[in-house]
């Protein structure tokens, strides 16, 4: 089985490099996508299924990793919660 594909965004523009080193990845991992009947091991990683996970962010003072707006910089706390809340919204965690 394969790795969900993690899609990103950031203020309509697809950020195609550094997925490791960027928020959006960070937060994705950090939710247990195990009530979603996707695999994971100890509930933390990228999980592993049939899925594909999109997370657009939208903001004016996005704080991008480099000029060349690649990734997300983190820590960025505000944008993981928002993004760990709305993942557990559907599955009632």
């Not at 697809?14 to 996707?38: E, F, H, K, M, N």
Request: proline fraction near 10%.
């Amino acid at each position: 089985m394969e790795q969900v594909q993690v899609v990103r965004y950031a203020n309509k523009v697809p950020l195609l490099y550094q997925p490791g080193s960027c928020a959006i990845t960070q937060a994705v991992q950090s939710v247990d996508w195990r009530p979603y009947g996707l695999e994971q091991r100890n509930g933390q990683g990228i999980p592993f299924g049939p899925a594909i996970i999109l997370v657009h962010v939208c903001g004016i003072r996005l704080p991008y990793s480099s000029e060349s707006k690649e990734a997300i910089a983190p820590p960025v706390d505000p944008i993981v919660q928002e993004i760990r809340s709305a993942s557990c919204l559907r599955a009632g965690s």
